[in-house]
């Protein structure tokens, strides 16, 4: 796998809300938690926990369901969650992979926020189901600590088409249990995620691009890209080229320098450097709709915040903009309105501003806008 892919895989993906509503043992109505009467502690494929996450009614804390002759305690903390489980479309132009990774969370349905399940005092099993010939090509990578997710899953040597039954029919299945004992069970489909990333290097730009803001009184719009750079991944603007409009550039900058980045192979340019780039495409349509700019300030970055770069050192990247106003660097031909146009950029974890590029330098703020994936 090329460099660049690899420091695209190993970034967190925002985990989708939509999936199975979790449930106790053999539980038929209802898909969250709450009572059940099961003859034992097994759970056989094909039984209730099949559930595609119709609503039903949560228990309070400490409701207990009959396991056998065993009185077992339903999680509270998970009472009224789900699960879900996403990947990443990968865009029609890109080559096919023989690796695929999904990425699962369990959530509260009410706050829409995820549950700190391994703090639990409860046993977590992760198993994977609807394509039998594929499960022992699955690698489990539990995530503890993790603010996105709960678990990666990575499946290996897969074949066209098999890549495709998995995606068309695979579903991950979560248990809790309790000395041994099935407490509840949650199971979600793999469901795609609204947006990718199509390797571009300065190619034109696409026409499903995600623009995330605008210049010069909005003429230009301005797409989210991500130059790749040593260990570093960087999000950046990326627009149509100066020089050529049938190309593009990535304009951004590295977190550890004032260097600004400026990716691109084509036309020559003497100020360009030629580091590998990709952009922020919709491959559905309407898909964009599940995307959402929401204000911070002050280095807040919500919950369900679209994680899409790293710096040299791992530290993670947001998706964020910010307002510009200018004034434009000397010589240029055009300005920012004077209320300022929204510049797409980056926020570190842990850092108090959200930085972008505006015309060869590099500017941060303290209050602006993340962009978050809205729950189905």
């Not at 890109?94 to 995820?114: L, N, Y």
């Not at 034109?204 to 003429?219: D, K, R, Y």
């Not at 301005?222 to 304009?251: E, M, Q, S, V, W």
């Not at 550890?256 to 919709?282: E, F, G, K, R, V």
Request: hydrophobic share 35%.
């Amino acid at each position: 796998m090329p460099t660049f892919m690899m420091i695209i895989s190993t970034l967190s993906l925002l985990i989708a809300c939509n999936g199975a509503q979790l449930k106790a043992p053999h539980q038929t109505e209802s898909g969250l938690f709450g009572h059940a009467s099961a003859e034992s502690s097994a759970m056989k494929d094909g039984s209730a926990d099949e559930g595609q996450g119709r609503p039903g009614d949560s228990v309070d804390p400490g409701e207990s369901a009959d396991i056998g002759s065993e009185k077992v305690v339903i999680p509270g903390q998970v009472a009224g969650s789900y699960l879900s489980c996403v990947y990443e479309q990968a865009p029609p132009e890109a080559p096919v992979e023989r690796t695929q990774e999904v990425f699962c969370s369990v959530r509260s349905h009410a706050k829409q926020e995820m549950i700190d399940i391994y703090s639990l005092n409860y046993g977590i099993e992760w198993e994977f189901d609807g394509v039998s010939s594929l499960a022992d090509r699955m690698l489990t990578f539990p995530l503890l600590g993790h603010r996105q997710y709960h678990a990666r899953f990575l499946f290996t040597d897969l074949e066209p088409e098999e890549g495709k039954e998995l995606l068309a029919k695979g579903r991950i299945r979560i248990r809790f249990t309790s000395d041994k004992t099935l407490v509840a069970s949650g199971i979600s489909p793999l469901l795609p995620l609204p947006y990718s990333w199509l390797r571009l290097d300065g190619g034109a730009l696409p026409g499903n691009a995600f623009i995330g803001g605008g210049e010069c009184n909005n003429t230009i719009p301005l797409g989210i890209c991500r130059i790749a750079r040593g260990k570093g991944l960087y999000p950046g603007k990326l627009t149509r080229h100066y020089l050529d409009p049938n190309f593009t550039r990535c304009l951004s900058t590295a977190a550890d320098t004032p260097q600004i980045l400026s990716a691109s192979y084509d036309p020559p340019d003497p100020n360009q450097q030629n580091l590998p780039t990709d952009a922020m495409i919709i491959p559905q349509k309407n898909g964009g709709s599940s995307l959402r700019w929401v204000k911070a300030e002050a280095g807040a970055i919500p919950a369900d915040a679209l994680a899409a770069g790293r710096d040299e050192n791992g530290k993670v990247l947001y998706l964020c903009r910010n307002l510009e106003a200018g004034p434009a660097a000397p010589g240029s031909i055009c300005t920012n309105n004077t209320s300022g146009e929204p510049a797409p950029g980056y926020i570190a974890e842990g850092s108090k501003s959200c930085i972008h590029e505006y015309f060869g330098q590099a500017r941060a703020r303290g209050t602006y806008e993340i962009l978050v994936l809205l729950p189905k």
